[in-house]
């Protein structure tokens, strides 16, 4: 009998410990399990994909007008068979500007690109992971991070699509739903807004999706806690965030009534 209790026990050590180790180091897995997703991204030159070379010309436009001393960058004067044109004030402009640090560095525009949707994809579940891992146990937010990289519609956004500026709007979800559980002080107000900003540089069609997704959010919560806090601290933390986002919302707003498309 004392040999199995002490077996049990060594068990349970066992058990305990492995546990204890996963507790700290699932994240790493995370990230070890996202590198499948973004193997063919380590392959030389850039591939063929519907908006990926776009992106990849104007990555090298935005570089060479930044170059120029154009901060905020908005005008392209290579593009449109060298006439130039007002390209970045209705682009995102989120992609480029993390892209001009990277070629800084000697990176081409087409591998800063690359570049950007691994670090983003890597970022996206290592996020997801964290955020889930506040709720359930940590097996399951392993699922829930890998689910949430490899749906689908996010291998199509990378491999055929090649929208990068779609493939980083993925980092904003988790972010978004940590924030507005988190909104107890001004701090966690300021840091909320300075997720919105940058979400409202990043893609025009996901900000629209993730700003209805947020206050339908919100709205969940003031239901839940049975107060209009929630509401109340995440708009003001969506306020700040547009007018920090406004450089790039106020002119693409007025000045698209100048465009025919």
């Given at each position: 009998?004392?040999?199995?209790?002490?077996?049990?026990?060594?068990?349970?050590?066992?058990?305990?410990?492995?546990?204890?180790?996963?507790?700290?180091?699932?994240?790493?897995?995370?990230?070890?399990?996202?590198?499948?997703?973004?193997?063919?991204?380590?392959?030389?030159?850039?591939?063929?994909?519907?908006?990926?070379?776009?992106?990849?010309?104007?990555?090298?436009?935005?570089?060479?007008?930044?170059?120029?001393?154009?901060?905020?960058?908005?005008?392209?004067?290579?593009?449109?068979?060298?006439?130039?044109?007002?390209?970045?004030?209705?682009?995102?402009?989120?992609?480029?500007?993390?892209?001009?640090?990277?070629?800084?560095?000697?990176?081409?525009?087409?591998?800063?690109?690359?570049?950007?949707?691994?670090?983003?994809?890597?970022?996206?579940?290592g996020l997801m992971f964290l955020y889930l891992r506040r709720k359930v146990r940590w097996q399951v937010a392993v699922l829930g991070a890998a689910l949430y990289l490899y749906a689908p519609y996010r291998m199509s956004n990378i491999y055929v699509r090649g929208?990068?500026?779609?493939?980083?709007?993925?980092?904003?979800?988790?972010?978004?739903?940590?924030?507005?559980?988190?909104?107890?002080?001004?701090?966690?107000?300021?840091?909320?807004?300075?997720?919105?900003?940058?979400?409202?540089?990043?893609?025009?069609?996901?900000?629209?999706?993730?700003?209805?997704?947020?206050?339908?959010?919100?709205?969940?919560?003031?239901?839940?806690?049975?107060?209009?806090?929630?509401?109340?601290?995440?708009?003001?933390?969506?306020?700040?965030?547009?007018?920090?986002?406004?450089?790039?919302?106020?002119?693409?707003?007025?000045?698209?009534?100048?465009?025919?498309?």
């Amino acid at each position: 009998k004392e040999g199995i209790r002490k077996k049990r026990i060594a068990t349970r050590m066992m058990r305990s410990g492995y546990n204890d180790f996963m507790k700290r180091f699932t994240i790493i897995i995370v990230l070890l399990l996202s590198l499948f997703g973004i193997a063919d991204l380590f392959k030389p030159g850039f591939y063929s994909s519907h908006d990926g070379l776009g992106h990849v010309i104007r990555m090298e436009e935005f570089y060479q007008a930044f170059n120029d001393g154009q901060i905020p960058v908005r005008w392209s004067k290579r593009l449109y068979f060298g006439y130039g044109y007002p390209f970045f004030n209705f682009n995102y402009p989120s992609i480029y500007y993390f892209g001009v640090p990277l070629m800084k560095i000697g990176l081409s525009a087409a591998d800063a690109m690359k570049a950007e949707m691994m670090l983003t994809f890597v970022a996206s579940g290592g996020l997801m992971f964290l955020y889930l891992r506040r709720k359930v146990r940590w097996q399951v937010a392993v699922l829930g991070a890998a689910l949430y990289l490899y749906a689908p519609y996010r291998m199509s956004n990378i491999y055929v699509r090649g929208s990068v500026a779609e493939a980083m709007a993925f980092i904003f979800p988790p972010l978004l739903l940590w924030g507005a559980e988190s909104l107890d002080n001004i701090r966690s107000v300021l840091w909320l807004s300075l997720v919105i900003s940058l979400m409202g540089i990043s893609h025009n069609i996901s900000t629209l999706l993730l700003s209805a997704f947020f206050f339908g959010y919100l709205g969940f919560l003031s239901l839940v806690k049975k107060s209009l806090w929630p509401v109340a601290k995440g708009s003001l933390a969506f306020g700040l965030g547009i007018l920090m986002a406004a450089f790039f919302i106020v002119p693409d707003l007025y000045e698209k009534q100048w465009t025919c498309l």
